[in-house]
């Protein structure tokens, strides 16, 4: 931990930043595994799908860094290698012998579901460690996975 003059106690930001770099895992692996569909989406609604699966990379990628320069703030240091990725992240493996739009809306939404319900356990372990800042910034996250999570299975939906 780096010293900081932030007033949360050491123990609530060490707590706090392994919450953090947990969601950073999974934010910058849900940020690959859209761009994993928006790259080999095929079918009849392609450029549409195409465009709603960049949108999703494009914030999940926003998230990453708001959830990392917390975790700085806090005096812990930003786990996000690829290679720490692919260890720590809690999301499912996506699959990547899909092509069909459909069964790119299914797996993402998958994800962003698994993602948001993470996120959402989050709000309420950094707020009971006191640290009402980073459980807003998690409210913000969930908000917009909720958002997104609704534009993709509104493909699903008839």
């Known amino acids: 931990m780096h010293n900081t003059k932030n007033d949360l106690s050491r123990g609530s930001r060490e707590e706090v930043i392994e919450h953090l770099n947990a969601r950073l895992a999974d ?22 799908l195409h465009e709603l699966f960049d949108q999703v990379a494009t914030a999940a990628e926003a998230h990453t860094d708001l ?6 703030a806090l005096g812990g240091t930003a786990m ?22 459909a069964a790119h809306v299914d797996a993402l939404s998958t994800a962003l579901a698994d993602f948001g319900k993470r996120v959402r356990q ?29 534009f993709v299975e509104a493909h699903l939906q008839a």
Do not use: C
Not at 80 to 101: M, N
Not at 128 to 146: C, P
């Open 80 to 101: 996000g290698t690829a290679r720490v990725v692919a260890q720590k992240s809690s999301l499912a493996e996506y699959p990547l012998e899909i092509f069909d739009g």
């Open 27 to 48: 934010a910058i692996d849900l940020k690959t595994q859209a761009k994993q569909a928006h790259w080999n989406v095929k079918g009849p609604h392609f450029i549409g």
């Open 122 to 150: 989050n709000i309420s372990d950094t707020d009971e460690l006191g640290d009402k800042d980073t459980a807003d910034l998690f409210t913000e996250v969930s908000r917009e996975i909720d958002k997104l999570l609704w």
């Open 67 to 72: 959830i990392a320069e917390r975790v700085t």
